[in-house]
């Protein structure tokens, strides 16, 4: 009987682990979504949005005229642990780095012109378009 209760426990926190999960991710999505829309709104013009590679992940690819922009969008609704700025980590901008090279790479197979690159952030505070700050030239591959 008691392995029955176990079961349960367990089945009862991965259910609501679940349901977080979901909602945070729906929530990122509608992160991009707004990040994307107000880069727009600026004149920069998305090329690809949630581009994988193993061992990393970058939000959104842009364009800002000659400029390839690999931009990292943060969604926190607190500042308890820092805000969205204080949660890209060193290791976070490694990530960022290993997937743009891999993304420069493949455009360049296919030709594409790759001219300059810039890192941007596009940090949320509230899944608002007037909760937005966007930092340009974040950091660099060096």
């Known amino acids: 009987m008691a392995r029955v209760g176990i079961i349960k426990n367990w089945l009862a926190r991965w259910t609501q682990f679940r349901k977080d ?11 991009e979504t707004l990040a994307a829309r107000y880069l727009q709104a600026r004149g920069i013009s998305i090329v690809q949005r949630n581009f994988r590679v193993r061992g990393g992940e970058i ?41 743009a ?5 493949r455009a360049h197979k296919r030709g594409g012109r790759l001219g300059n690159i810039r890192f941007d952030y596009v940090l949320l505070d509230q899944l608002s378009p007037d ?4 930092i340009r030239n974040a950091f660099t591959m060096d």
């Open 101 to 105: 090279r891999c993304w420069l790479t």
């Open 131 to 134: 909760g937005i700050e966007w």
């Open 21 to 31: 999960s979901t909602a945070r991710d729906t929530d990122g999505a509608r992160a």
């Open 59 to 99: 939000d959104l690819i842009a364009r800002d005229g000659d400029i390839t922009v690999f931009v990292e969008v943060r969604l926190r609704r607190s500042a308890v642990f820092g805000g969205a700025l204080a949660s890209i980590t060193p290791g976070k901008r490694r990530r960022l780095i290993l997937a």
